[in-house]
Nanobody, 131 residues
């Protein structure tokens, strides 16, 4: 069982930055795939970024096209924390951001951006970007 808790959301002006944190409890954190999704009212939860376990302490990062070059996902296994650094924020980035986790697949490197493939979810943190 893994429990996830997001933090770091808030209100920021367009062009600004925020760093979201996702702290996990549970075993074998280093071999979990950890992703960030976001959701706005009336819309489906959409993929933002993922750190996919490759093997050992090696991960592959993937991003939605809408955030490439602006957002960076990273992880600190010693702290059981995954970060989402968000730069050059836009009003359309306004959403509730969720982190999600699933056990990495044997052999590693299986990337998924579907909400259905993640077993564990945090409660979400609100990010609001204003002009």
């Amino acid at each position: 069982q893994v429990q996830l808790a997001e933090s770091g959301g808030g209100l920021v002006q367009a062009g600004g930055s925020l760093s979201l944190h996702c702290t996990a409890s549970g075993r074998a954190f280093n071999s979990y795939d950890i992703a960030w999704f976001r959701q706005t009212p009336g819309n489906e939860r959409e993929f933002v970024a993922v750190a996919t376990w490759i093997g050992g302490n090696t991960y592959d990062s993937d991003y939605a096209d809408s955030v490439k070059g602006r957002f960076t996902i990273s992880r600190d296994n010693a702290q059981s924390t995954v970060y989402l650094q968000m730069n050059s924020l836009r009003p359309e980035d306004t959403a509730v951001y969720y982190c999600a986790a699933r056990p990495g697949r044997p052999g590693g490197g299986v990337v998924t951006t579907s909400t259905y493939d993640y077993n564990y979810w945090g409660q979400g943190t609100q990010v609001t970007v204003v002009v």
